[in-house]
């Protein structure tokens, strides 16, 4: 039984699922990175929305001149000193002149933004405050929902997927608490390929497949 539940945890546990397609992407990431940067040159990385567990055991932290920016509403504890954390919103960056990063990095966060037009000025900041962006999202159509580990769940009125969430264990086999899956059933706001090219219209589109089927996409400019 602990298999199976840590199968379906969120992806900060090692063991889950989620965990092993971050570690996968993060690869894809890393190739494309050491293609465009010297390891030597003094890097500047702002992750939207990352997370200090993100990053353990990225190679990039091991760079001599890199910093990472983790910038979150609200600020956490990172003992590393190349990671440093800062509270901020993504939509509006204004502390940040234009191609002040190196590089923009976000995963599975701009789907969180509650509207299309947040999405679309998170997208305008990471394009204007970066030189270089990979940013990811889950596939809107893929058939298991990303956050809820449910087939088609984005589908479903909110209300049903509500009662689901809070009165059953189909969902990451736990009942979800009524706040949290409210906050949830709020603020993702799910993207296709089309709404991410729109976005950032002069990047590629990477797709991370599963059995033939796009689950996640990610736009980034290391062309």
Request: aromatic letters at 14%.
């Amino acid at each position: 039984m602990n298999f199976i539940s840590n199968l379906f945890a969120s992806s900060e546990n090692p063991a889950s699922l989620g965990a092993k397609f971050r570690k996968k992407r993060l690869a894809v990431f890393e190739n494309l990175f050491f293609q465009h940067f010297q390891k030597d040159q003094a890097i500047k990385v702002l992750d939207v929305g990352g997370t200090a567990y993100f990053w353990k055991g990225s190679s990039l932290l091991n760079l001599p001149q890199i910093e990472i920016v983790l910038l979150n509403l609200s600020t956490e504890d990172t003992k590393h000193p190349k990671l440093q954390s800062i509270a901020g919103d993504a939509t509006s960056l204004p502390q940040y002149k234009d191609d002040y990063f190196d590089l923009v990095f976000s995963n599975s966060v701009i789907e969180h933004l509650y509207t299309f037009e947040n999405q679309e000025k998170m997208a305008k900041e990471i394009l204007r405050v970066g030189k270089k962006h990979f940013v990811q999202t889950p596939n809107k159509y893929f058939p298991v929902e990303a956050h809820y580990a449910l087939p088609f769940a984005q589908y479903f009125p909110k209300n049903l997927l509500l009662s689901i969430l809070t009165k059953t264990k189909l969902s990451r086999l736990r009942k979800w608490s009524e706040s949290e899956a409210k906050q949830y059933l709020e603020e993702i706001r799910l993207l296709d390929e089309k709404e991410m090219k729109s976005l950032f219209p002069n990047s590629k589109i990477f797709k991370e497949k599963v059995a033939g089927l796009t689950k996640s996409i990610t736009a980034h400019n290391f062309y």
